[in-house]
């Protein structure tokens, strides 16, 4: 199986404030999604169309302190202060088959392959020791699922569909060529930008385009 779209990942200071923030931008309540014991963290999930979904993602505020630093950099000062001021895209998911494959042949570090499961599902991904992927977080995380159906078949579609990826960075032309030799470049466009960023693209149920996440 060749890399294709997973899920795409918004960070905020509260599961509240980025529910909030999507009502008001997507004219959708994201429903109920779990919580990562592993990362201290919890979420909320909306089917996006296609096999993808949106998550929605914080630190959850009751839980212990992690052991680790937690994926998509929430742990780094700059993404913290970020997403203070309000919700931001923190990193994008690409499911494959071959995760040692992907990850022996990056021409950058992924992270270590590791396993996490919530209820009957499992899943391996990569995960950086200091929680943040390559440039800035905008190089993709890999995932492989259990078998079993998508995890997408089991959320709510209740409208909005994912049309697009903008990622911007001051090195622009390095990042994309990574995203070619891992074989996602036609996955998402590369604009290059003074601060690093990563924002989706939705069509809503009535057609207008609204981008979410810079």
């Known amino acids: 199986m060749s890399p294709i779209l997973d899920h ?41 169309g296609g096999e ?4 929605l993602i914080a630190t959850a505020p009751d839980a212990p302190a992690a052991a680790r630093k937690r994926w998509f950099g929430l742990d780094d000062p700059r993404v913290a202060a ?24 990056s021409p950058v570090g992924l992270g270590r392959i590791t396993r996490m499961s919530r209820g009957e599902r499992s899943w391996r991904l990569t995960v950086p020791d200091d929680g943040m992927t390559p ?27 994912l049309v697009g990826i903008e990622l911007r960075h001051p090195d622009a032309a390095g990042l994309a060529r990574v995203l070619d030799r891992l074989g996602v470049g036609g ?28």
Request: hydrophobic fraction near 40%.
């Open 8 to 48: 795409v990942t918004l960070g905020a200071s509260s599961l509240e404030a980025g529910a909030a923030h999507l009502r008001e931008v997507l004219g959708v309540d994201m429903p109920p999604g779990g919580r990562h014991p592993d990362m201290s963290t919890h979420n909320r999930v909306l089917d996006v």
């Open 52 to 55: 993808r979904f949106l998550e």
């Open 82 to 105: 970020r997403l203070a001021a309000r919700p931001r895209g923190v990193g994008w998911v690409v499911r494959t088959d071959g995760l040692e494959r992907v990850a022996a042949a």
């Open 135 to 161: 440039f800035d977080g905008l190089v993709p995380g890999f995932i492989e699922w259990s078998p079993g159906p998508h995890p997408s078949q089991g959320m709510q579609f209740l409208g909005p569909e």
């Open 187 to 214: 996955l998402a466009g590369v604009e290059p930008a003074r601060d690093p960023s990563i924002a989706f693209v939705f069509r809503l149920a009535d057609g207008r385009l609204q981008t979410v996440g810079h």
